[in-house]
């Protein structure tokens, strides 16, 4: 076997040769992904290396120790790192790997610069990343330099961290090699990681992290990065999250040595990038899941507008089984911290400040580990923490990977947890929302409806649908109840109950100077809702109550007395023309997604003009509402709105929800609460569902979501209409769920098997 090969040589089946990142490398070479040129020093050539040195022996002697000890584990690390450091490196090995690097030059026409990257033969596996376990040299020129970086490499397959990784995932240390690839630099101006699916829950989601300089700070966690997601099936960035950047990782112009800076002050809260690249780096992520048939988590780099990938490699933190989410904290104690929430789950415990690898005896079984950043080095007390924080860091970072691996609840980059926790306090850490409490939490409503509905004793399994089954909520006091038909969510949670359940009206509130109680108040009934059934959305309509429910309240005295309530001053109209009440509900919402509930959407009731829809966007921005983080929809109750639906689609809407009862009333001119004309409403007349097909037709074409709230979802004969429809959602009354959703799965069953018979 040769001592190196090119690059553009090998592929996903010489991993043996070259290791799983120089075998991913080659195999994207292959495929005409965008990849920088290089060699690979074969695993052959290093393990020929420690047999003709004769080191072999005294090297595995060194690493039979308990890695659970860490003293024992350092000593092991020192004698193994001295052994391939001291020994000699036979001529030919040396002189091959001189010779391919001059080679590499004469191609590029100069001498270049190049990545020295460890790429050992049990790493990057479906099952086991090694994320950080050896090391990288980056900005390395001169034959010289190169050389002795590759040696390094090999030195780092015997570090520490490796050893105990390897152990762990039980590896045999002799039966692991390493490949060192030299590649050609990519002096990124922004650089990051992307994941091609959503690297918890394995949902379609192309999650993109990306920060200023080379993305060693991304993968290190020393920058908290920006964060984009794509939804894979629309093809649209549906979240986008814009980091403070402190610092940046770069290609000193003087020295050529890898250099850590401040970002400049103009570039620490600026975007990253742009939505084509955005959109571009996606389409990559999904060409190389398709290619290898598993998720993958990906390194890029963007030099002079060129993207480049850099690896690429299984993701391994995916759930193979669709578990229950674990209970989430109820949230009825203080927040500390807010932050990314890296890893699901929730626990509690003492906090324990590390702030290097020699603290990490502080942590016992169970112990909240809280760090600026974890390194590889911390991995053995990561694996006895029940908990960890971090100030710096993304979905990508060390802390992230090595948490969602070992099932342990992760918040990270929440800037100052190593500031605002001492140690010995007690925390809980819900690594779901990314949010930390102070004290032991109570657990949400949420373990009680992860449970399986039980009759007799007897386990009740839900069909699975396409057509997802969703629960309309009236109060927060019925939250509980919806969240056990196991309802992939809230399709309506009506906001005007709640208010009207507090007995006096918003504007007696406005008009007390008592905002900041209403407000509470609304936080509070959502709050129980959102909790229940995070992270499913919660879809929550804003002021929907006629003038003459809100006369018989305190502070409704001035309300107008109008002919016919049902056709006058409500919802959107009221909203937009009583501006005042309409923010204090988005400030409400805000608060909401600053606690972690960004489950909970924005739904617009009785709009019918695209007009209603932007002013209301123009006053949530106002008030400073990220509309990339949180869904905004409207309610499709009359025909001014559906028959103009491509006006909202155009204006960016997010999802559509049918109010069937107001819809029939203002399609049929018939006043659904008049007994004399009773019999002439049916929302299953046929103006009714053309009105409804159109709008399903439109959405599904353009990506969005569209959804049925009103009381006709509840009905079986209305359900099967919908699923023949394409409709994403039917939100249904909380004793229909049940049979709702058995309708939608005999529905299903019966299209598919009218699709084949049709085509047979």
């Given amino acids: 076997m040769e001592a190196v090969v090119w690059l553009e040589d090998v592929g996903k089946e010489d991993l043996s040769i070259v290791g799983g990142k120089g075998a991913s490398l080659g195999e994207m070479i292959g495929i005409g992904v965008p990849v920088p040129g290089g060699f690979a020093v074969t695993a052959q050539a290093f393990r020929d290396f420690i047999n003709r040195a004769g080191i072999a022996d005294k090297l595995f002697e060194a690493l039979n120790v308990d890695v659970n000890q860490e003293t024992e584990l350092h000593r092991a690390e020192q004698t193994a790192k001295k052994l391939i450091m001291d020994a000699k490196v036979p001529k030919d090995i040396e002189e091959a790997i001189k010779t391919r690097y001059e080679e590499l030059c004469k191609r590029e026409g100069k001498q270049v610069f190049v990545a020295v990257r460890s790429s050992a033969t049990a790493e990057d596996l479906p099952d086991a990343s090694f994320a950080g376990q050896q090391e990288t040299y980056l900005n390395m020129r001169g034959a010289e330099d190169v050389f002795n970086a590759v040696r390094k490499c090999w030195a780092s397959l015997y570090g520490a961290r490796a050893i105990f990784y390897r152990v762990e995932q039980g590896f045999e240390h002799n039966k692991v090699n390493l490949s060192a690839i030299v590649q050609l630099m990519v002096d990124s101006e922004k650089a990051g990681v992307m994941f091609s699916s959503q690297p918890s829950t394995g949902e379609p989601l192309v999650v993109i992290e990306a920060a200023w300089g080379l993305g060693e700070s991304v993968v290190s966690g020393s920058v908290s ?351 937009m023309t009583e501006t005042d009440h309409f923010r204090l509900e988005v400030k409400a919402f805000k608060r909401l997604h600053e606690m972690g509930l960004t489950n909970v959407g924005i739904m617009l009731p009785m709009v019918q003009h695209v007009s209603e829809f932007q002013k209301a966007k123009s006053i949530m921005r106002d008030e400073g509402l990220d509309l990339d983080k949180i869904d905004v929809g409207v309610m499709i109750e009359t025909p001014g709105a559906a028959l103009t639906i491509e006006d909202f689609i155009e204006d960016g809407i997010d999802f559509i929800s049918f109010g069937t009862n107001d819809l029939t009333q203002y399609t049929l001119a018939v006043d659904r609460n008049n007994e004399n004309v009773a019999g002439l409403y049916s929302e299953l007349h046929p103006a009714v569902l053309k009105l409804i097909e159109y709008v399903v037709e439109q959405c599904r074409e353009a990506g969005v979501k569209t959804s049925i709230c009103g009381q006709a979802g509840s009905y079986p004969e209305m359900a099967k209409k919908l699923v023949e429809m394409g409709i994403t959602s039917i939100s249904a009354n909380i004793d229909a769920v049940a049979t709702v959703r058995d309708t939608v799965a005999r529905s299903e069953k019966i299209l598919i098997l009218d699709a084949l018979r049709n085509r047979d």
Wanted: aromatic share 4%; hydrophobic share 40%.
């Fill in 225 to 575: 990065p920006d964060n984009y997601v794509v939804d894979r099936k629309t093809k649209k960035i549906v979240n986008r999250y814009i980091a403070t950047k402190e610092i940046m990782i770069t290609r000193d112009a003087k020295t050529h040595k890898t250099t850590t800076a401040k970002v400049p002050a103009k570039k620490k809260e600026a975007v990253v990038l742009t939505d084509k690249e955005i959109i571009e780096l996606a389409r990559y992520g999904e060409i190389l899941e398709e290619h290898y048939g598993l998720p993958q988590d990906i390194e890029w780099g963007v030099e002079k507008n060129k993207i480049y990938i850099l690896q690429s490699r299984p993701i391994t933190t995916i759930s193979s089984e669709k578990k229950a989410a674990g209970p989430a904290a109820s949230g009825s104690g203080k927040i500390l911290l807010n932050g990314l929430g890296a890893a699901p789950g929730v626990a509690s415990g003492i906090v324990k400040i590390i702030t290097s690898g020699r603290d990490l005896d502080k942590i016992k079984q169970g112990d909240i580990m809280v760090t600026k950043m974890t390194m590889p080095d911390m991995v053995p007390g990561m694996k006895r923490a029940g908990a960890i924080v971090t100030d710096e860091g993304g979905m990508a970072c060390h802390a992230a990977i090595v948490s969602r691996e070992l099932g342990c609840p992760a918040v990270v980059g929440t800037k100052k947890a190593t500031s605002i926790l001492k140690d010995g306090m007690e925390i809980t850490v819900d690594g779901g929302k990314g949010i930390v409490y102070e004290g032991i939490v109570a657990q949400a409503a949420q373990a009680k409806a992860a449970i399986p509905a039980t009759a007799g004793g007897v386990f009740y399994s839900k069909p699975v649908t396409a057509t997802e089954i969703k629960v309309n909520v009236s109060e927060p006091d019925r939250a509980e109840a919806a969240a056990a038909t196991q309802a992939d969510g809230v399709g309506l949670l009506r906001i005007e109950h709640m208010i009207l359940g507090m007995g006096k009206t918003p504007n007696w509130y406005i008009r007390s100077g008592k905002t900041e109680e209403y407000i509470s108040e609304l936080i509070s009934g959502i709050k129980v809702v959102a909790d229940a059934f995070y992270p499913r959305p919660v879809w929550v309509r804003t002021l929907d109550a006629p003038t003459d429910e809100f006369r018989a309240m305190e502070g409704g005295e001035g309300e107008p007395h109008e002919h016919n309530p049902m056709l006058g001053w409500r919802g959107i109209r009221r909203d």
